[in-house]
């Protein structure tokens, strides 16, 4: 299986990729964000690598993240939310605590239009009463920066991925 960076490089440029990533610190920042925009700039590349890689290079493309572990917890909530396709939207009656605080963030990000269409014709809660949870349930578990940034990710994720 190749790496991420030989799925997106010419074998020459990905030798200097690595001659330059092992040798000097200062660049390795660069580096992934020259990797996350080629990722974001070339999205019809079907790209076979570990999802956790890509989804974490293209969290750490957003400007507002206070730090690389905040994109990583958001990629890692992304990733192990995705893999659980089943009852994808949040469940008042079902959820808790940070799964349902998890399923409001990727439903405001990813479907929107759901959470809409189930407070309009369904009586359930508006998406803002979703996103006001979640970002509750994030600060008190301790993640206060995904609960700050919640909105910035949720049109983030929705702008990079849907």
Known sequence: MKSLIEELYTPQ???IIQEFFSEEDEI???IVQ????KLII???KILTSKPIDILYIICLQAKFADSEEECN???LT???HF???QKILPMISEDFGLVFATKAFIALSF????LEHRWKYKGAPTPAYYRKISKATFEMHGQKDVADHHEQWEMFLGEMFV
């Open 13 to 15: 440029e990905c030798r």
């Open 28 to 30: 390795k920042e660069t």
């Open 34 to 37: 020259a990797i996350g925009s």
């Open 42 to 44: 070339e999205k019809d």
């Open 73 to 75: 917890r958001v990629a």
């Open 78 to 80: 992304v990733c192990q």
């Open 83 to 85: 893999n659980k396709p």
């Open 111 to 114: 479907h929107p239009q759901a």
